[in-house]
């Protein structure tokens, strides 16, 4: 049985104006999912629907085999599903240290929390020597690091990450993604939207293709990245030399 | 004699330093890059560029005369249009709306009273479909993905014709292969004329697209040069890259 699986999911913001228009995806435990497509394809909105930030209209979504479609999404983050979305989303006011206690504002037993603060900040130890400063003040990797670790602080089966290498320069971008495989050998499993597709692709065990609120392709990332079609269609940047045309990169006068 | 200079440019918040007597130059014609870490201090500099942000120190000078000071309107009115790294459209307007809003001479009570002029709208139109976005011309702008909005906002700052466009990272949120249209779109125009200032940290779009290429960290200029100078500067892999590996991964 899958960790996750949504079944024929339909989902819309404004009646009638479908987004998800019968979406099947599953992620198996242990995994790193990732879903590509353009823009406005429905990814987004698909990792809304499962973490209940929007009622699916039709479907089903099981996660460990419980029907959380339409559940509060409260609810959906107490059975085990943490969602870091797009853009920044760290309280830019409050410190590194109370960003990390929001995260476990559902969890009671305070020495359950403290564990765990201690662990995230073992896991990533520059964040307890900025413990203390305000979030709003940290580059944006850094701020991305924060949110990963305020969603570890409910030690969730399942991790939900929208567009996580968005604006990250690209050394911090390979330090992100690195920490995103090195959290999923540790047991965390992940479904994740990347528009940096061969970036995201190549650190996933599996990839979906969303188009128009659909899945059009399905498999190993490896496959997808090595296919010349999609490569063409969805991940740019193909090594075939005719589909894209050289830019002609005029010469100008350098500047002294 | 280029046609945008900055020159030691200063501007702290608080006790922290976003530019540190910065100076960058944009020659007429270029597709000029600035790069840097998170934090280094581009949008910022940008922002300063555009008179969104007054400066502490410096100066900057476009076609020869000073504009530092001027109000972000006014900016706009030389000649200078900009786009932003987070989208910052009329969230209740619809997408042609949003289109028309920036045309010059033209302002909101234009718009409001006498509506939409034909050619505005045809040229919105063009646009639009250059995007891809034109079926969503009536929707309001909040309804779209990031990514449209994105898409939406260059599209939008092309209705003006300015001389020179600062692009604060227009790939980040953007599909690949819209990004690849994208390139192609603002090397057509530069071909035309226009000169871009572009934020980004997209390696394949910098170094493909710009002849030129300011690499900024903690505030300061730690290097400038063609891609490849940049792309082999050690001070550069260090601070950004990480490795030339990496800087491959993303061509």
């Known amino acids: 049985m899958p960790m996750l699986q949504l079944e024929n999911l339909v989902a819309s913001y404004i009646p009638g104006v479908e987004i998800l228009r019968g979406v099947n995806l599953r992620v198996e435990q242990g995994e790193i999912v990732c879903l590509v497509g353009p823009n406005g394809a429905g990814k987004s909105t698909v990792l809304r629907a499962v973490s209940g930030f929007l009622k699916p209209s039709k479907g089903s979504i099981m996660f460990n085999g419980k029907s959380i479609g339409g559940m509060a999404p409260q609810k959906i983050l107490t059975e085990g599903i943490t969602h870091v979305p797009q853009g920044h989303s760290v309280f830019p006011k409050m410190t590194v240290h109370e960003n990390l206690l929001m995260g476990a504002f559902t969890v009671?037993?305070?020495?359950?929390?403290?564990?765990?603060?201690?662990?995230?900040?073992?896991?990533?130890?520059?964040?307890?020597t900025r413990a203390k400063e305000k979030a709003g003040n940290l580059s944006g990797g850094q701020q991305k690091i924060v949110e990963i670790g305020r969603a570890l602080m409910l030690e969730p089966p399942l991790m939900i990450l929208d567009e996580p290498s968005l604006g990250l320069a690209p050394k911090t971008m390979s330090e992100l993604f690195e920490t995103i495989r090195e959290l999923n050998r540790n047991g965390l499993t992940i479904l994740m939207v990347e528009q940096n597709a061969r970036e995201g692709l190549a650190s996933a065990h599996r990839g979906y293709v969303l188009e128009l609120g659909k899945e059009k392709f399905e498999g190993k990332a490896k496959e997808l990245l090595d296919s010349p079609e999609m490569a063409k269609l969805y991940l740019g940047g193909s090594t075939d030399e005719d589909s894209y045309r050289r830019r002609s990169k005029k010469t100008i006068a350098p500047i002294l | 004699?280029?046609?945008?200079?900055?020159?030691?440019?200063?501007?702290?918040?608080?006790?922290?330093?976003?530019?540190?007597?910065?100076?960058?130059?944009?020659?007429?014609?270029?597709?000029?890059?600035?790069?840097?870490?998170?934090?280094?201090?581009?949008?910022?500099?940008?922002?300063?560029?555009?008179?969104?942000?007054?400066?502490?120190?410096?100066?900057?000078?476009?076609?020869?005369?000073?504009?530092?000071?001027?109000?972000?309107?006014?900016?706009?009115?030389?000649?200078?249009?900009?786009?932003?790294?987070?989208?910052?459209?009329?969230?209740?307007?619809?997408?042609?709306?949003?289109?028309?809003?920036?045309?010059?001479?033209?302002?909101?009570?234009?718009?409001?009273?006498?509506?939409?002029?034909?050619?505005?709208?045809?040229?919105?139109?063009?646009?639009?479909?250059?995007?891809?976005?034109?079926?969503?011309?009536?929707?309001?702008?909040?309804?779209?993905?990031?990514?449209?909005?994105?898409?939406?906002?260059?599209?939008?700052?092309?209705?003006?014709?300015?001389?020179?466009?600062?692009?604060?990272?227009?790939?980040?949120?953007?599909?690949?292969?819209?990004?690849?249209?994208?390139?192609?779109?603002?090397?057509?125009?530069?071909?035309?004329?226009?000169?871009?200032?572009?934020?980004?940290?997209?390696?394949?779009?910098?170094?493909?697209?710009?002849?030129?290429?300011?690499?900024?960290?903690?505030?300061?200029?730690?290097?400038?040069?063609?891609?490849?100078?940049?792309?082999?500067?050690?001070?550069?892999?260090?601070?950004?890259?990480?490795?030339?590996?990496n800087a491959n991964a993303t061509t």
């Not at chain 2, 597709?31 to 969104?52: A, D, E, R, V």
């Not at chain 2, 997209?202 to 900024?216: A, K, P, S």
């Open chain 1, 108 to 128: 009671m037993d305070k020495n359950v929390i403290e564990q765990r603060l201690e662990k995230v900040y073992s896991r990533f130890s520059w964040l307890k």
């Open chain 2, 1 to 245: 004699m280029p046609m945008l200079s900055a020159s030691n440019v200063s501007k702290s918040f608080g006790g922290i330093k976003a530019v540190d007597s910065c100076s960058i130059a944009v020659e007429r014609g270029s597709i000029t890059g600035l790069i840097g870490p998170n934090g280094s201090g581009k949008t910022t500099l940008f922002n300063i560029i555009t008179g969104f942000y007054t400066l502490d120190e410096g100066t900057v000078l476009l076609e020869e005369k000073p504009i530092h000071g001027l109000k972000p309107n006014r900016i706009y009115h030389r000649g200078i249009g900009r786009t932003f790294q987070i989208t910052r459209l009329f969230w209740k307007m619809t997408v042609l709306e949003n289109m028309i809003v920036p045309v010059k001479q033209l302002g909101l009570r234009t718009l409001m009273s006498q509506g939409v002029k034909n050619y505005e709208e045809e040229k919105a139109m063009e646009l639009l479909e250059m995007v891809g976005l034109e079926k969503f011309r009536n929707e309001e702008a909040r309804k779209l993905s990031f990514g449209q909005q994105k898409l939406v906002e260059l599209a939008a700052v092309l209705m003006s014709d300015p001389a020179m466009i600062l692009l604060d990272e227009p790939a980040g949120g953007v599909n690949p292969v819209m990004i690849e249209k994208m390139m192609d779109l603002v090397d057509d125009l530069n071909q035309k004329g226009t000169t871009f200032l572009l934020v980004e940290h997209n390696m394949r779009l910098v170094m493909e697209l710009c002849q030129h290429i300011v690499v900024l960290d903690h505030g300061q200029k730690i290097a400038e040069g063609g891609p490849a100078d940049i792309q082999n500067n050690p001070l550069v892999l260090e601070a950004y890259l990480g490795s030339t590996q």
